[in-house]
């Protein structure tokens, strides 16, 4: 598959992907790569932080474990995972696990989308209905203490939306975050989305965003 990518620069590149294996994103505050091997021991690092854990619903799991996953991650064709990269930070400032290739920025966090069969007996919009990436279930995380207050994840969030609506025609985003983390959900209700029911079981709110085309 070959998509044309438009940066936030203006440029605009033709690059293929698995979903997004080889797609960035360059936004105004930060820039969007693959989740790669080289990425996992930072990414290790954050998820050993017991509230890191607990906000984002994850279980602690070992560096193999871990490479594991972000081997599964890559392969899953109904799943995009970015590394967020905060274009604010020197990478000289820190260690050589938190930086990447592109060396603009130092790794920051990461958002996600994962993207669900959608059943629907409206016969109207059974042909739209055949699009697997048309609902897709949205995360972030911002890690890096150093990057957070600064609309990096609001910024993110928009940014990897735009990509799903564009490229894959996702036309409803739902967010599941747990009901005492008042942060997350202030940050989703500004960009849109509204709560849906009443927590469930795990303690977790579900907001959505539904996007009208005329």
Not at 111 to 136: I, P
Request: net charge negative; charged share 30%.
């Amino acid at each position: 598959i070959f998509l044309d990518i438009a940066f936030g620069s203006g440029d605009t590149y033709r690059l293929s992907m698995k979903l997004n294996q080889n797609t960035i994103i360059r936004g105004e505050k930060l820039i969007l790569v693959p989740y790669l091997r080289e990425h996992v021991p930072r990414y290790h690092q954050w998820m050993s932080d017991p509230h890191l854990r607990e906000t984002t619903a994850s279980d602690e799991l070992t560096l193999e474990e871990e490479y594991e996953n972000q081997i599964s991650w890559r392969e899953d064709e109904h799943k995009l995972t970015f590394i967020i990269l905060d274009r604010s930070l020197n990478p000289l400032d820190y260690p050589e696990e938190a930086r990447d290739k592109v060396n603009e920025g130092v790794m920051c966090g990461d958002c996600n989308l994962f993207f669900h069969s959608y059943d629907n007996d409206d016969e109207e919009n059974k042909e739209e209905n055949k699009n697997s990436f048309r609902v897709g279930e949205i995360e972030i995380m911002i890690a890096e203490s150093a990057s957070r207050g600064k609309g990096i994840a609001k910024e993110a969030l928009h940014r990897l939306m735009d990509y799903a609506q564009t490229h894959l025609q996702t036309r409803k985003f739902i967010a599941k975050i747990g009901e005492e983390n008042e942060g997350s959900r202030a940050l989703f209700k500004k960009i849109g989305f509204n709560q849906v029911g009443e927590p469930n079981y795990f303690k977790e709110v579900t907001m959505e965003l539904n996007i009208n085309y005329v």
